[in-house]
C-alpha cells in the first residue's frame, strides 16, 4: 500500500492534489490511497498529525477489505505532507493516535519524504508565518508543540527505511533540512538514501 499525503503548508491542499500518481502507482499493481487532513485554517495542531495517524490505522484496521499487505505500508508525502509522512514513520503511536487507539497503530514500512520539514525549532522554522499558523501559538509560547512536532525528536533505531527528496531551489523548505535528516538517520543507522 502507498499512502500519499498531500502539502500545502498544512493549510492548503488536498487529497486529489496526488491522483496521477495514484493512477500511475495502481497500473503498477500497487494499492494506493490519498488520504486529507484537517487544515490549520480548519483546526490547529495537534488536529492534521492525529487524522493522517488515524487514517493509516484505518487502512490498516480494513486491510483485508481492500487487499492490503498490512506488513508493507508506505506513507509519502510533499512539504507538509512529507513531514506528516515523516511524523507517521518515527512517532510513537501513543503520542498522536489517541482519537484512534481502539485501532491497529500507525506502523508502517518504509516513508518517502518529498522535501518535508523536520525540525520545526529552529530560527526559520520558530518564526514562519507557515509554522506559527499551524500551532496557532508561537514558539515562545508553545515550544513543547514545536518539538514534539518535529519528526527528528522521534527518531529511534527501529524507524523504517527513509527515502528522501529535496530540490536544491526549494524557496519554503530549506534543503539543509533534509541533509539534518539525512545525518541523523546516518547516527542511529536507519538504511535512507
Do not use: M
Not at 525540525?119 to 514558539?139: K, M, N, P, Q
Request: charged share 20%.
Amino acid at each position: 500500500l502507498l499512502i500519499f499525503i498531500h502539502g500545502g503548508g498544512w493549510r492548503s491542499g488536498k487529497k486529489e492534489d496526488y491522483r496521477v500518481y495514484n493512477l500511475d502507482f495502481a497500473e503498477r499493481g500497487y494499492i494506493t490511497a490519498s488520504i486529507s487532513y484537517r487544515l490549520s485554517k480548519t483546526a490547529k495542531y495537534p488536529a492534521a498529525v492525529q487524522d493522517v495517524f488515524c487514517a493509516v490505522s484505518w487502512l490498516r484496521a480494513h486491510a483485508q477489505d481492500y487487499f492490503i499487505n498490512p506488513d508493507k505500508i508506505a506513507v509519502i508525502g510533499g512539504s507538509a505532507g512529507g513531514h506528516l509522512s515523516l511524523l507517521v514513520g518515527f512517532a510513537p503511536d501513543s503520542v498522536f493516535a489517541a482519537p484512534c487507539a481502539a485501532q491497529t497503530g500507525n506502523r508502517v514500512q518504509a516513508v518517502i519524504d518529498l522535501y518535508g520539514p523536520v525540525d520545526l525549532t529552529t530560527e526559520y522554522g520558530r518564526t514562519h508565518d507557515l509554522t506559527t499558523s499551524f500551532f496557532g501559538a508561537s514558539y515562545e509560547d508553545a515550544p513543547q508543540r514545536y518539538r514534539e512536532a518535529s519528526p527528528l525528536t522521534w527518531l529511534s533505531p527501529d524507524d523504517p527505511p527513509t527515502l528522501i527528496f529535496h530540490g536544491t531551489i526549494d524557496d519554503l523548505v530549506p534543503a539543509s533540512q533534509s541533509d539534518t535528516l539525512a545525518a541523523a538517520l546516518d547516527g542511529i543507522g536507519i538504511q535512507h538514501e
